[in-house]
């Protein structure tokens, strides 16, 4: 037995595309990058970001700009902080942070006023004879 020979049309037959030499064949979702670079600024630092928006609960954890509220990682442009900002989930969070700021100081507070008074400074170890 011999293998069968290749037909000539398909060598002669191309299926055209709209792909330009550039362009990779990747499909991607329109009005979103792939890339992360597209919300990091290279020449802004995070904690540069962290005091321009210093009334928000950014840190900066491991070099990069996070959002401890929303416990979520941010770029370092100032218009996507911006909208992250204005954003419903950041709000309602920010909101949540601060009634349990609020709680656990009033629990803190009520425990040094329990300890001033039942345990005034240098009544917990007796004197020395």
């Known amino acids: 037995f011999q ?7 398909s060598r002669k037959r191309s299926i055209p595309s709209n792909l330009t030499p550039g362009n990779s064949a990747k499909r991607s979702c329109p009005g979103r ?15 540069k970001r962290v005091s321009e928006f210093s009334d928000e609960c950014l840190t900066v954890d491991a070099g990069k700009l996070f959002c401890s509220c929303c ?50 400074v240098g009544e917990n170890l007796p004197e020395r004879t």
């Open 3 to 9: 293998p069968p020979k290749p037909a000539e049309i």
């Open 71 to 120: 416990r979520e990682e941010l770029g370092t442009k100032k218009s996507s902080i911006t909208a992250h900002i204005k954003s419903m989930k950041h709000q309602k969070a920010k909101e949540r942070k601060g009634k349990k700021e609020d709680e656990s100081q009033t629990i803190t507070g009520h425990l040094r006023n329990y300890v001033t008074k039942y345990h005034p």
């Open 33 to 47: 990058s792939d890339e992360k670079s597209s919300s990091f600024v290279p020449g802004v630092s995070p904690t």
